[in-house]
């Protein structure tokens, strides 16, 4: 169930390979949820040491909802000046999806732990989570 609702929202990338306009419009959003990204990662770092797993959870579901529809908003063309996105991004783009899909089940985890309050689950899926981050950085991002 969840590969395919992945993989629809995946689908929809067609889409955006013909609108050849707007890219800067994307480029911006896609690093607006970048940094709200950061933004997750540091709130859940501090909500699994005070117990909040409400935060954790909803957190968590940014991420993985972000994770999820990642591919879309990197339409082919969007590289080169003003982004730190990497030609390897176009040229190995199943690549790109498959980190973007870690990135999700990652943080998929961590709801899953955050469900169940247990803290120790909740810290090694965050480190998890960055660690996926980080995978996908350091092929595709290039600083
Ligand atoms: C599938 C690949 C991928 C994953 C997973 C990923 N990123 Fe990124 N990230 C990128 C790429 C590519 C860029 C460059 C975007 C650009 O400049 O257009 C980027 C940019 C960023 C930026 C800079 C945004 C800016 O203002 O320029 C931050 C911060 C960031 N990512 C944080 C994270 C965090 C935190 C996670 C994990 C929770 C994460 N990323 C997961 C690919 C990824």
Not at 29 to 50: E, L, P, T, V
Not at 109 to 114: D, G, H, R, S
């Amino acid at each position: 169930m969840k590969i395919t609702r992945f993989a629809s929202a995946i689908g929809t990338l067609g889409l955006f390979s013909v609108l050849t306009t707007a890219h800067a419009g994307v480029i911006e959003d896609r690093k607006a949820n970048f940094k709200a990204n950061n933004a997750s990662m540091r709130a859940i770092g501090a909500a699994i040491g005070s117990g909040d797993f409400a935060t954790v959870k909803s957190e968590a579901e940014k991420i993985a909802a972000w994770a999820m529809v990642m591919p879309d908003y990197f339409p082919e063309g969007s590289g080169g000046a003003g982004t730190s996105a990497r030609p390897e991004i176009w040229s190995d783009f199943v690549g790109f999806k498959d980190a973007a899909e870690a990135n999700y089940y990652a943080a998929e985890a961590l709801i899953n732990a955050a469900a169940k309050q247990d803290g120790d689950a909740a810290r090694e899926a965050l480190q998890a989570i960055g660690a996926s981050c980080k995978a996908c950085h350091q092929k595709y991002k290039s600083w």
